[in-house]
T-cell receptor, first 113, second 116 residues
């Protein structure tokens, strides 16, 4: 089984709808991240969390919110989706005090019409 | 702020040959990490290799090796004996080496195609 899972893998929604992307991990890592990838570009950091009580904004947090429900779960929400949020979304994890290497989930392709 | 630049949007190589992907970065930090990630058509982000800035020795992982030039802020990836399965987008990434931070800054990627 995959260490980092994301649901759904693909989602099509309409402008103005609220949508939640979920990430779960079995690696036992404390740190979790949400990234966004636009076509032809690298990944940009949306939010990150170093433990259940710690949430931090990344480079492009506007229009997004997150919830760290447990060490293993980190959800990303779009309160009112807009078309320019159409992108590939990745969750990642890393071990606190470890090698700092981040391990990525398989990604969620989100389309906002 | 850190920036990462990959100046080669696309590259191609023949199977079994060697190819080098370029990456430069800009930072005022002295302690940091550099990574190469691979994204095949399956879109999964896969770690290829990792380099600590304090280490002078270049990292190697089987057919993958890096040429890390700290003074020049250059971090190139060499793929030897290229295989069809190496076809992917390759991203160079930077991370500051601070205890409270593990944020990756990515370049825009290089699409590598390995031809039979």
């Amino acid at each position: 089984d995959a260490d980092v899972t994301q649901t759904p893998r693909n989602r099509i929604t309409k402008t103005g709808k609220r949508i939640m992307l979920e990430c779960s991990q079995t690696k036992g890592h404390d740190r979790m991240y949400w990234y966004r990838q636009d076509p032809g570009l690298g990944l940009q950091l949306i939010y990150y969390s170093f433990d259940v009580k710690d949430i931090n904004k990344g480079e492009i947090s506007d229009g997004y919110s997150v919830s760290r429900q447990a060490q293993a779960k980190f959800s990303l929400s779009l309160e009112s989706a807009i078309p320019n949020q159409t992108a590939l979304y990745f969750c990642a994890t890393s071990e606190a005090g470890g090698t700092d290497t981040q391990y990525f989930g398989p990604g969620t392709r989100l389309t906002v019409l | 702020a850190q920036t990462v630049t990959q100046s080669q949007p696309e590259m191609s190589v023949q199977e079994a040959e060697t190819v080098t992907l370029s990456c430069t970065y800009d930072t005022s930090e002295n302690n940091y990490y550099l990574f190469w990630y691979k994204q095949p058509p399956s879109r999964q982000m896969i770690l290829v290799i990792r380099q600590e800035a304090y280490k002078q020795q270049n990292a190697t992982e089987n057919r993958f090796s890096v040429n890390f030039q700290k003074a020049a802020k250059s971090f190139s990836l060499k793929i030897s004996d290229s295989q069809l399965g190496d076809t992917a987008m390759y991203f160079c990434a930077f991370m500051k080496g601070e205890t409270s931070g593990s944020r990756l800054t990515f370049g825009e990627g290089t699409q590598l195609t390995v031809n039979p």
